[in-house]
């Protein structure tokens, strides 16, 4: 029996109080499929799970607050110095960080929508306001359109490539006109979760970036690549001023010894280039997968993440509930669409199945891959 619960008396913030809190997807059935999570199905490198083990002998300590040794092979993989990279208990409690250090209340922060979800509620709990910009048609940022939202109180804007839910990439091209667009003074924060996917030449790469703007901060993660986002590991790489001030907004120490000593073993020589055949694989399932959905009659935006965007609008519940009593566990957002994760090899063939009849016929989506805008 459990404790009953006394009334509630504490007051909180009335826009916390508002936002939901979070939620995981469901979790998939035994003999099901989990995509509905972004996450790589590929099992841990047993090299990364030796480094875990061996790291555990010291969990009486606290780790290096600054995860030096990790910064600095990242450093030298981005040619940067370590002080240009920040570490944080995945990319998320970075953008936290940020998003905290430059915008407070009166503030506004600027990003496409429909955008990672997780981006409304951290601007809402730095006390800022969120200024959504509708995606474009083909389910790319507006980033025209996300530049003449930036007024005198934009502190921050969040730019996503490739685009969490939709798959579709910034290009090169839009990313620098963008940049030159948007006021020095103005923080833009490059999420790059899943840029290891990416297939496109024209899409942006922060790296190339580096080192030419002010304000320019990219945001990189070890959970979707490298297979960890049960361990929470993400970086930033950027100007050391701004990420001395997310250094000073972060939690101290949320970055544990086992995430770093997983991470610094992904990077290995001997590790590294077996994870990238991995995100190969997987690239090439999201194709195959893509392709088969579009010979159903399916219409799928450019997709360079790990993942697939369904238009099914306003029949994105029936179709949810209709994969998840197949086993499929998938990301519904009502009236919208449905985001796939491109899952075990065994998952493609059901999906096919699963998927073959249900197509609706939205207007066709112009594809934004086929070239710079
Ligand atoms: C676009 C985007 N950014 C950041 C993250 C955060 O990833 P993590 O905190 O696991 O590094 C995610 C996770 O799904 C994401 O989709």
Redesign the pocket.
Known sequence: MTVSEPTPSVIFRSEIAALPPYRQGRLAPTDGFKLS??ENPFPPLPSVLQAVADSAAQLNRYPDATALTLREHLATRFSVSAEQVMVGA????L?AALIQAAAGPGDEVVYAWR??E?YPGLVTVAGARSIQVPNRPDHGHDLGAMAAAVTARTRVVLV?SP??PTGVTVSLSECVEFMAAVPPTVLVIL?E??VEFVCTDSAVDGRTLLGRYPNLVI?R????AYGL?GL???YAVGPRDLLDAARSAAIPLQVTGLATAAAIASLAPDAEPELRRRVSAIAERRDRLRAGLCAHGWSIPQAEGNFLWLPTGPATTTIAEQLWQRGLIVRPFVDEGIRLTVGEEESVPLVLTALADSAPSPPPVPDAASGER
């Open positions: 999570s972004n995945g990319s998320v409690s953008l955008s990672f997780a996503c685009n969490n999420d979760a899943y945001m993660t070890f959970s979707k986002a929470r590991v993400g």
